[in-house]
């Protein structure tokens, strides 16, 4: 089984960047060619409106030169300009060759399950070129699965447009995509913190850490090989059934936990004790759907133990009655998301936390747009009413589909 990914945007491809270096590493990632081609190439498309990232992320790795596409001009951390493009520059060939040398690589695939892209929320190229890539991924592959990697920025504000790029981007990827895993810098950034005991993190680090949750779920694991033992490559998508037993509600968050040194017990305990559990009111957030991955069981000493080790993940996920299976437990010998010889626990759930982020973008990109603020940016650059008034209503209709799939 085979998948495609697609980086888009400099937060994008800097994530790539980190996640493809730890891929390359797996011995069963090279075996299967899940994520490989025949030629030792990346399965991979990296696009972006300006060329200064791409050289950098793409030097030591096997991409092909096809696909590496960059543009003339940014986009200015504008959805508007990121979607409809800088038509009058002759810039607009950039949506074309993209999808050009995403069907290469489909058509290089022995069996093609789906795309994962990978994009910022808010800017520029990764909202607005994004939203554009995944219609246009969902309309050339109506059939296949469409992951989307999203990450959220700072609350305490990256840009003045980040709210409006926010709420028009997760609109477009709640009516496209199968799931959004969505991952929230503050988060990530908060825990590099807790374990480094230091305030002094870069970029670098935290997308390293993205890099880490993400391969900690789609690495091949020992779980799902086949009666032979071969690496089928299904993780990312078997990830989505599991997670998505609700359609409706399709957002999924990231949570992981690294120790050599502790029991599997201790590692849930440790895991457990990272989520959120309580909104700022107090009351209880539920998990409609999870997935948790043990790597480094060299001894399968963690599905031995599962009857133990499942009631208390699904106590710490607060798990919905409805859902008779809330959480598959997967294992896999080596810790190719980690140091060698490590252990590691990540945890994908289908939480209704992401209610609380997804109110607060609404909440003030309501403000501003009853206040005009800012959308004379996006009028400029093509966007119309009916842009914000759908992005406002399936928004708010996600919000209220979690509300009642956790009652």
């Not at 990450?151 to 477009?172: C, D, F, R």
């Amino acid at each position: 089984m085979s998948t495609v990914f697609l980086q888009i945007g400099q937060c994008g491809n800097q994530v790539g960047h980190s996640f493809w270096k730890k891929v390359i590493k797996d011995e069963d990632v090279k075996k299967s060619k899940c994520f490989l081609d025949n030629e030792g190439h990346l399965r991979s498309v990296a696009v972006d409106s300006e060329s200064k990232v791409l050289k950098k992320i793409t030097r030591g790795l096997p991409y092909r030169d096809d696909c590496v596409i960059s543009g003339k001009r940014g986009r200015g951390t504008n959805w508007a300009l990121g979607y409809h493009g800088v038509r009058k520059s002759g810039d607009d060939h950039l949506l074309d060759d993209t999808l050009n040398a995403i069907r290469k690589q489909v058509e290089k695939c022995d069996c093609f399950t789906g795309i994962i892209t990978l994009h910022s929320l808010t800017g520029g190229t990764g909202s607005g070129f994004g939203s554009r890539l995944t219609e246009s991924l969902r309309e050339e592959y109506p059939l296949s699965h469409l992951m989307s990697c999203v990450i959220a920025p700072h609350a305490s504000g990256e840009s003045p447009l980040q709210h409006y790029n926010a709420l028009l981007t997760l609109s477009t990827l709640q009516r496209n995509s199968d799931c959004v895993v969505l991952t929230h810098n503050d988060d990530v950034l908060y825990r590099i913190q807790k374990r480094t005991k230091t305030e002094a993190v870069s970029f670098a680090h935290i997308n390293d850490a993205i890099a880490s949750h993400l391969s900690g779920l789609f690495l091949p694991t020992d779980s799902l090989r086949s009666k032979s033992q071969w690496c089928l490559g299904m993780e990312p998508w078997e990830m989505l059934r599991s997670v998505s037993p609700d359609p409706r509600c399709k957002f999924v968050q990231i949570a992981q936990y690294m120790n050599s040194k502790l029991s599997w017990s201790e590692l849930v305990h440790k895991l457990s004790s990272t989520l959120k559990k309580y909104d700022s009111h107090g009351k209880s957030y539920s998990s409609t759907g999870a997935v948790c991955v043990a790597r480094g069981d060299s001894t399968g000493g963690f599905l031995l133990h599962a009857s133990n080790l499942e009631p208390k993940l699904r106590q710490g996920l607060n798990c919905v009655d409805w859902n008779p299976f809330p959480i598959d437990l997967w294992n896999a010998r080596t810790n190719g998301c980690g140091p060698k010889g490590s252990a590691s626990l990540t945890v994908a759930m289908n939480s209704s936390s992401i209610v609380e982020y997804l109110e607060r973008v609404m909440d003030r990109s309501r403000v501003m747009y009853d206040a005009g603020a800012y959308l004379h940016w996006y009028w400029r650059h093509g966007s119309e009413q009916e842009d914000f008034t759908s992005g406002f209503d399936t928004v708010q209709t996600v919000i209220d589909n979690y509300k009642d799939a956790v009652k």
